[in-house]
């Protein structure tokens, strides 16, 4: 695969992301809570991965890189799970920019990870998807007064633990190939969930006859299979700090997604928000194309 390939694969897996908040609002709107469609997201997304391991590998999973993919499906669980306990405490819009504090968390990981200070052009581009995360999530106007600790504590907690699975990914399991790795981190994912959310929607009936199944076939190919598949693949490649900065695509694609099938209304600052957002992702790869024509 092309070099310039690998950053827009996590382009894509962070666009699929984005896509997340507004099925479970229609799950929402559909008669089921938050806890039981993204109970159904790992349930059903482990399924998936299973599925496409039997097509695919013919053969029994051989197991190995242990500690990386426990650790790798625990923060994909936890990420959902804390991200959904801000959303109780503070404003949607709110918990947006607070899970987008990964942005430089990613940065900071790979930092003290490789002993090294920030480059310029990445804290630039930190700069411009911080300002262009707040004018996209509209908070300018919100009252802040009243929300509570535990909201920005869980809020905190979501962009440290999806910045972790970023960080974890990177690590790359010798003799495994992605099929087999997606399937262990969604495993390992599903079994922490069943202690964090709602598994009694699996023998409750509720899961397969109640039609929450179309809402976990949806958040568990958008939410676990291909972004942990395209993940996988790409940030051994590209690097934490690297998919920090690319991964801010979520957001853009969040507010489009939710304009387009829920109706929710794009004001000025939003549509300045998103151009910002876009142009701080590309600023790290234009400084290396300019830096590789200038040799």
């Avoid at 559909?30 to 790992?42: H, L, P, R």
């Avoid at 969604?186 to 109640?210: C, D, H, M, R, Y």
């Avoid at 694609?253 to 998103?274: D, K, N, P, Y």
Wanted: with cysteine; net charge positive; proline share 3%.
């Amino acid at each position: 695969m092309k070099q310039w390939m690998y950053p827009l694969l996590i382009i894509f897996a962070a666009s699929c992301y984005g896509i997340l908040s507004t099925i479970v609002k229609l799950a929402i709107l559909d008669g089921f809570t938050a806890a039981e469609a993204v109970t159904s997201q790992y349930f059903v997304g482990f399924f998936i991965a299973l599925l496409l391991f039997i097509i695919v590998q013919h053969n029994i999973p051989k197991f190995g890189g242990g500690f990386t993919l426990i650790i790798a499906g625990l923060f994909t669980a936890t990420t959902g799970t804390v991200y959904g306990q801000a959303i109780e405490y503070m404003p949607a819009s709110l918990a947006v920019v607070m899970l987008f504090q990964f942005t430089w968390i990613g940065m900071l990981f790979d930092c003290i990870a490789k002993r090294r200070l920030p480059k310029r052009i990445e804290v630039i581009s930190l700069t411009f998807l911080f300002g262009g995360t707040i004018l996209a999530a509209g908070v300018i106007d919100a009252d802040l007064s009243g929300i509570p600790w535990q909201g920005w504590a869980w809020g905190m907690a979501s962009a440290v633990s999806f910045a972790s699975f970023v960080m974890i990914n990177q690590r790359q399991i010798v003799g495994m190939n992605t099929e087999t790795r997606l399937l262990f981190t969604s495993f390992f994912a599903a079994i922490a969930i069943f202690f964090f959310q709602t598994p009694e929607i699996v023998w409750n009936g509720k899961l397969f006859g109640g039609g929450l199944w179309i809402y976990g076939l949806l958040l568990g190919l958008f939410g676990i299979v291909i972004p942990i598949y395209l993940f996988s693949i790409a940030v051994p490649k590209v690097g934490t700090a690297m998919t920090s900065i690319l991964s801010a695509m979520e957001l853009p694609v969040a507010i489009t997604v939710s304009v387009i099938l829920l109706g929710e209304r794009l004001t000025l600052f939003q549509i300045v928000g998103i151009i910002v957002i876009l142009v701080g992702m590309t600023l790290p790869t234009l400084a290396q194309r300019r830096l590789k024509y200038t040799r």
